[in-house]
Structure formats: C-alpha cells, structure tokens
C-alpha cells in the first residue's frame, strides 16, 4: 500500500526508533507512547487490521505473538507486559495497518478497560 504510514516505517521510508526487524516483521516505538514503554509490532506485509486476516496469515501472526516476550525483554518490561491490538471501527483502531501495541513499564497497568458505572 503506497499511502500507508507504516509501510513506509517498515520501508524505513519514514523515520523510527527501531526496536527490532527480520523478513516479515518490523518493531518500533510509539510516536506518543500512553505507558513509560510503549512499542509496536507490525508485518511487513499490508493487512489493513485483524478483520482483514485469516488462516493464510497463520504464521505471521503467530510470529508476532511468539517475538513479543523477546522484545518486551529487551525493552525492559521483564515483569510483564500488556498487548492491545485495537481492530476495526468498534475497536477504535486509527492506522489501518495491522499492529500489536506492547505496553509496559515499572508500575502495573491497572485493570484492561474500565467498567461503565451503572
Ligand atoms: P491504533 O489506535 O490504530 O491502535 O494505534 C495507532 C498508533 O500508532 C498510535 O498509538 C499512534 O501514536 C501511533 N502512530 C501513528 N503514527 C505514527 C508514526 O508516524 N510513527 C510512530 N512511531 N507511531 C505512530
Ligand atoms: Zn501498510
């Protein structure tokens, strides 16, 4: 996808702070991190988000999954970590280029989403 911002960050085409890459995948810190360490994991390929993914992506994905221990790890996160991977319209996804949201830092993150009061 030629318009896609993180294409083009996995092209090195715009600038990031890489975190890691191999052949089909690309990590790099959050432009405006919400948690002291705040790092995305992306495929080099375009999928458009989750609901664009199915079992032919079988092994990226669990390529992503399967990274993210290292990765957290050589971020500091050694004592655990949180991944978000905001999907679709409901989900509130903003870039429309699948990617994992690694999440961590010193102090626990509280609880996932806050309840609505009722
Ligand atoms: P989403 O809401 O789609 O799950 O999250 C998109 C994330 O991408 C946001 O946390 C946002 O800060 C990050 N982001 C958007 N544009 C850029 C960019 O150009 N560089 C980097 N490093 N992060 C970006
Ligand atoms: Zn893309």
Redesign the pocket.
């Known amino acids: 996808m030629s318009d896609c911002?993180f294409c083009k960050?996995a092209k090195g085409e715009?600038p990031?702070?890489k975190v890691y890459e191999d052949e089909e995948i690309f990590a790099?810190?959050?432009?405006?991190p919400?948690t002291p360490v705040?790092f995305?994991i992306i495929p080099k390929l375009h999928i458009a988000s989750l609901m664009e993914a199915d079992m032919s992506h079988q092994m990226l994905l669990g390529s992503m999954l399967a990274k993210a221990n290292e990765l957290a790890r050589s971020q500091g996160l050694e004592d655990g970590f949180r991944i978000?991977i905001?999907t679709g319209r409901i989900g509130?996804?903003?870039?429309y280029h699948l990617?994992v949201?690694i999440l961590g830092g010193p102090e626990p993150l509280g609880s996932m989403i806050k309840r609505n009061a009722s």
Do not use: A, G
């Open positions: 911002i960050i715009i990031s702070k790099f810190h959050d432009i405006n919400i705040h995305l978000i905001n509130h996804q903003e870039v990617h949201h």
